[in-house]
């Protein structure tokens, strides 16, 4: 139990291109989503935290104009990386927690390559 | 902001022995968990545990928490070519539902 789907795995594209990111809890509702950015052999950096119906919360520094979060449903998280240039590339993981308290379950990440 | 420190950063150890990781936090914290990343993939979650537990087990797996010392330890024995991955301890603090990751470990365990 607990699959988190995130979609795509791997995404080249030119810049100024926007790309969509999806996460998606397969087997359970989840009315908090994570969205974290990743450099090569670093660890998680938090950029923002989904409520689902409501505004994510954006960590200090990271732009919200620049990476749109929409949590429309209880089981799907999007993130938008707008504009995208060769500094957004990096690997960008989510996360799904069913409530406070609870564990927080993966998608197994997306990479993002901007040329 | 990251708070954790892990050590050792990377480990290499022959299959069969015991892998050792450590991790140490500035904050009080409401519990600590740690997490497991296969290159290139997502966290799998290892085992959490609470501020009033000093110790929790999970099949080859041993974690302690000493808040004294703000620190934690991940013991995984009898270790397996599988287990070769990176390896985070996180925090969640009191009122505050996000995660704060360590710096990881590169554990590299030889056939």
């Known amino acids: 139990g607990a699959v988190v789907s995130q979609h795509p795995s791997w995404v080249i594209c030119k810049s100024g291109t926007s790309v969509k990111i999806e996460c998606r809890s397969l087997d359970f509702q989840a009315t908090t989503m994570f969205w974290y950015r990743q450099f090569p052999k670093q660890s998680l950096m938090l950029m923002a935290t989904?409520?689902?119906?409501?505004?994510?919360?954006?960590e200090q520094g990271v732009e919200k104009d620049k990476f749109l979060i929409n949590h429309a449903s209880l089981t799907l998280s999007t993130l938008t990386v707008t504009s995208a240039h060769p500094e957004d590339s990096s690997f960008y993981i989510c996360s799904a927690r069913v409530d406070k308290g609870q564990p927080q379950h993966f998608g197994d990440g997306t990479r993002l390559s901007i040329l | 902001s990251q708070q954790g420190e892990e050590d050792p950063q990377a480990l290499s150890i022959q299959e069969g022995e015991n892998a050792t990781m450590n991790c140490s936090y500035k904050t009080s914290i409401n519990n600590l968990q740690w997490y497991r990343q296969n290159s290139g993939r997502g966290l799998v979650h290892l085992i959490l545990?609470?501020?009033?537990?000093r110790e929790k087990h999970s099949g080859r797996l041993r974690v302690t928490l000493d808040t004294s010392k703000k620190s934690s330890s991940l013991l995984i024995t009898a270790s397996r070519a599988a287990d070769t991955a990176s390896y985070f301890c996180?925090?969640?603090?009191?009122?505050?539902?996000?995660?704060?990751f360590g710096t990881g470990t590169r554990l590299t365990i030889i056939p």
């Open positions: 989904s409520n689902e119906g409501s505004k994510a919360t954006y």
């Open positions: 545990i609470r501020s009033n537990e």
């Open positions: 996180a925090t969640v603090d009191f009122g505050n539902e996000k995660l704060t």
